[in-house]
């Protein structure tokens, strides 16, 4: 594992002290946020695994989707937010040979995201999010 790397952002340089997989992972991060951001459904399905899961909770309750939930939210643009595109903070990075993690910060949400390495590359496996007033 992969000492956590605090602040991750393309504007403050940091994005240079990666190494090559954590680079995978922000990347392949960044491409899922966007594709949930612009309602891209096929994208989204290129980037989770077909065992992906998300839970929310937060002010508004809770929520859980699986692979064909979550490309169907995406395609329905339930997160189509386009202001808050520029809004996120990569305060971790961790990965092993087969496995990967992330959080991120977003203007309203925190994310903790699994990922695993297969044959074709990283993929989102699970997505656990909070409101950012109650991540502790």
Not at 1 to 11: D, G, H, P
Not at 73 to 80: D, F, Q
């Amino acid at each position: 594992m992969s000492e956590t790397l605090a602040l991750i952002t393309l504007e403050s340089g940091k994005l240079d002290l990666l190494g090559e997989q954590e680079r995978l992972i922000y990347q392949k991060i960044q491409s899922y946020i966007h594709a949930w951001y612009n309602g891209e459904g096929e994208e989204m399905s290129k980037l989770i695994s077909p065992n992906y899961e998300a839970t929310y909770s937060g002010i508004n309750g809770e929520i859980s989707r699986n692979f064909d939930q979550q490309i169907k939210a995406t395609r329905n643009g339930e997160g189509v937010l386009r202001n808050i595109y520029h809004n996120r903070i990569f305060s971790s990075i961790n990965v092993s040979s087969t496995q990967g993690s992330a959080t991120i910060i977003l203007r309203e949400t925190v994310h903790e995201i699994s990922l695993i390495n297969t044959a074709n590359g990283w993929s989102i496996l699970k997505d656990d999010y909070i409101d950012k007033g109650r991540h502790g």
